[in-house]
C-alpha cells in the first residue's frame, strides 16, 4: 500500500494527474469513516465530493445495531474518534451540544379527524445495559468526520464533479469537471441515490423488486412541542415518567404511512433547539400533488390529525423542504471489478425503524479489510467481494419485508402491535452478538471474531444466525400480504402473528414480548436485563443459550481482565 499522502504527476497531456490506492465519491458520514478507516490503515485515499460541509442530511437517528457497528469499526481499525457517536455525552463532548438522546422507539397510531386511542401507542425503550443511542445532528457530525479523515490522511475534495469513470484491468480513472485526474486502484460510490457508478453501468433496477412503495417530504423545525405535553392522555396511559415519548424518536403512524419526530432539544445539555420532522406516505395512496407546495401538503395532513397537529401550534420550519418521489431503488449488482457501490448508492427502502446507517456500517466493517487485503496483494477481482454483495442485497431484502408489511399493518391496530413486537423482540439478540464479537477481539486482537460472524446463513437479517427468527419473519411478511390481498380480515392476521410470537421458543419471555396484548411499552431496566440473561442460559433454545452463555462469558472475561489492568 502506498502512504498516506498525494501523489502528483502530470499525464501526457499535462492534465493535474492524481495517484490514489482508493477513491470514494462521496463525503457523507459512510464515506468519511471508510476513508478514515483506510487511510488509519495505511492506504492512500481520494475523497471527493460535488457537494460541501456543513450540510443537511437524514438519517439522523441511531439503533442499537449501528451504535455496536459504530464501537466494531472503531477497536477493529484503530479510529477512536468512531466512538464519539456511541452515546449522547461523548458526541456532546466532541462535536458540541447540538444532538439529542434516543432513550426509544416511539409508535402512536392516528385516524383521520379523530383523536387518537391512549391503548393504541406502543414503545420499545433501549436496553441501556446494552447501549445508548442518539439523534445525530449530521450537519455537525458530517463535517467532524470529514475531518477525522483529512487527519488520518485522505486527500479532500468539495465541490468536485466527477464526468468520467473509466475503468482497466489495473484500476479506475475518474475526471473531474476542472480537469483535475484521480488515478485508483479501487472505487467506492457512496454518494447515494444519483450514483455515477450506478449511472455509468446501468445498475438499477427497473422496476425495483422491491415491493414496499412510499415518497417523503422532510425539513427542520423550531418549537414542536414534546407530544408528552399536548396528547392530553390520562396519566395512567402515558409511558413511564423514565421514558416520555419525547425521549425518542416519535412515530405518527397513518393508513400507509407516517410522521416522524425527532427531537434535539432532548438531551440537558442540549443547546440546539431544532427537531427533525417528516411525512413519510404510499405514494399509490397519496399521489404527490402537483397543485400545493410541500408547506401546504404538509399543513393539509397536520389538519387531519389533530394530536399531531398540537404539536406544530407555533412551531416553524427552518430550512427548506425536501419533496421527493418514491424513495424505494434498488440494484442488480454492488460490486464489480475494482468498485463497490456502498449501501445507500446501492438502494434504499424507508426511514422507518432507523436501519439506514446500521445497514451502512454493517456494509464497510465487510468492504472495509477485504480492500485492505486486496490492497496487499493487489487483487481486485469481484469474487473476492462476494460476500457484500450478498450483505447489500440481504440488508435490503430483509428491511424491505419488515417495512412493507408494517406498511400494511398500519391502519389495523391489532396487527400491527404484533408486527412492532416481531421488529422489536430480536433486536437485543442482534445486539448482543455484535457486542460479542467485539469483546473476544478486545481480549485477544484476533479478527476472527469478526470474520465468523459473516458465516451466518441468513445474511443482512439483523439476526443472521436465527431460524426462528427468519421463519417469524417470513410468516409475517406472507401473512400481512393476504391481509393486504384481502384473503384474510386484520383480526384473522394479527392472530396468526401472535400466535406465531407464542410458539417461537427464541423470543424472550422476560421483555414482555409474549405478554397480553395490552402491554404496549417495553423497557428492559437492568433487573429485566438480568432476568433475560437467566432466561438465555437455562431455558431459551439452542440458540439463544448458545448466545447468552457466550456473551455471558465474554462479560466475566472483560470483568476480570479490568481488575488485572486495574
Not at 457537494?51 to 442499537?64: D, T
Not at 477525522?148 to 482497466?168: E, H, I, S
Not at 479489510?369 to 440488508?395: H, M, T
Request: aromatic fraction near 12%.
Amino acid at each position: 500500500m502506498s502512504a498516506t499522502s498525494e501523489h502528483v504527476k502530470e499525464d501526457p497531456d499535462s492534465a493535474k494527474w492524481i495517484e490514489c490506492d482508493v477513491l470514494i465519491l462521496g463525503s457523507g458520514l459512510s464515506g468519511s469513516i471508510m476513508g478514515s478507516i483506510l487511510a488509519r490503515q495505511g492506504a492512500n485515499v481520494a475523497l471527493i465530493d460535488a457537494g460541501q460541509h456543513p450540510r443537511f442530511a437524514v438519517g439522523e437517528s441511531q439503533n442499537p445495531q449501528l451504535v455496536e457497528w459504530l464501537n466494531i469499526l472503531a477497536v477493529r481499525y484503530d479510529v477512536p474518534e468512531i466512538k464519539h457517536m456511541l452515546d449522547i455525552k461523548a458526541i456532546s463532548q466532541h462535536m458540541g451540544p447540538h444532538h439529542g438522546r434516543k432513550q426509544s422507539f416511539g409508535f402512536v397510531s392516528h385516524r383521520p379527524n379523530q383523536e387518537p386511542d391512549p391503548r393504541e401507542a406502543t414503545m420499545f425503550v433501549i436496553p441501556k445495559m446494552l447501549t445508548e443511542a442518539v439523534h445525530l445532528y449530521r450537519q455537525d457530525t458530517d463535517s467532524y468526520y470529514l475531518n477525522v479523515a483529512a487527519k488520518y490522511g485522505c486527500t479532500l475534495r468539495q465541490n468536485w464533479f466527477a464526468t468520467d469513470l473509466d475503468f482497466d484491468d489495473d484500476g479506475v480513472t475518474v475526471t473531474g469537471r476542472n480537469g483535475e485526474v484521480f488515478r485508483a486502484k479501487y472505487l467506492i460510490d457512496a454518494s447515494g441515490f444519483r450514483s455515477p457508478l450506478a449511472e455509468k453501468f446501468d445498475l438499477r433496477e427497473k422496476p425495483s423488486r422491491l415491493k414496499h412503495h412510499a415518497r417523503s417530504l422532510f425539513t427542520h423545525y423550531i418549537g414542536v412541542k414534546p407530544y408528552d405535553d399536548v396528547c392530553n392522555y390520562p396519566k395512567d396511559l402515558l409511558p413511564p415518567a423514565e421514558s416520555p415519548f419525547h425521549g425518542g424518536t416519535l412515530h405518527h403512524v397513518i393508513e400507509r404511512g407516517w410522521f416522524w419526530i425527532i427531537p434535539f432539544d432532548n438531551y440537558k445539555d442540549s443547546k440546539n433547539p431544532l427537531c427533525s420532522v417528516g411525512l413519510t406516505l404510499d405514494e399509490r395512496l397519496y399521489p404527490k400533488p402537483t397543485d400545493m407546495t410541500p408547506d401546504e401538503e404538509f399543513q393539509h395532513y397536520l389538519d387531519m390529525y389533530p394530536a399531531v397537529k398540537r404539536q406544530f401550534a407555533g412551531a416553524k420550519r427552518v430550512r427548506e423542504w425536501v419533496s421527493t418521489d418514491r424513495i424505494q431503488y434498488s440494484s442488480k449488482q454492488t460490486v464489480g471489478d475494482r468498485w463497490c457501490l456502498m449501501s445507500h448508492a446501492s438502494g434504499f427502502i424507508d426511514p422507518l425503524y432507523s436501519r439506514g446507517l446500521s445497514n451502512t456500517f454493517e456494509v464497510v466493517d465487510a468492504l472495509a479489510w477485504r480492500i485492505l487485503d486486496a490492497l496487499k496483494s493487489n487483487e481486485f477481482k469481484a469474487e473476492d467481494f462476494e460476500y457484500v454483495e450478498r450483505l447489500e442485497q440481504g440488508l435490503l431484502d430483509y428491511n424491505d419485508k419488515i417495512v412493507n408489511s408494517s406498511y400494511i399493518a398500519f391502519k389495523h391496530f391489532r396487527l400491527w402491535n404484533a408486527v412492532f413486537r416481531v421488529w422489536a423482540c430480536f433486536t437485543t439478540p442482534a445486539t448482543m452478538r455484535q457486542i460479542m464479537a467485539r469483546q473476544n477481539f478486545e481480549l485477544d486482537g484476533d479478527d476472527r471474531h469478526f470474520k465468523d460472524m459473516e458465516k451466518a446463513p441468513y445474511t443482512g437479517l439483523w439476526w443472521p444466525d436465527s431460524t426462528a427468527f427468519k421463519t417469524l419473519l417470513d410468516l409475517t411478511a406472507e401473512t400481512c400480504e393476504k391481509y393486504e390481498a384481502g384473503e384474510i380480515d386484520g383480526d384473522k392476521a394479527a392472530d396468526i402473528v401472535f400466535q406465531a410470537i407464542n410458539d417461537c421458543e427464541s423470543v424472550n419471555t422476560p421483555f414482555g414480548w409474549k405478554g397480553p396484548e395490552d402491554l404496549r411499552f417495553f423497557r428492559a431496566t437492568t433487573p429485566t436485563m438480568m432476568k433475560f440473561m437467566w432466561w438465555a442460559n437455562t431455558q431459551g433454545p439452542d440458540e439463544i443459550r448458545d448466545l447468552g452463555r457466550a456473551f455471558l462469558k465474554g462479560m466475566i472475561k472483560q470483568g476480570t481482565k479490568g481488575r488485572k489492568v486495574a
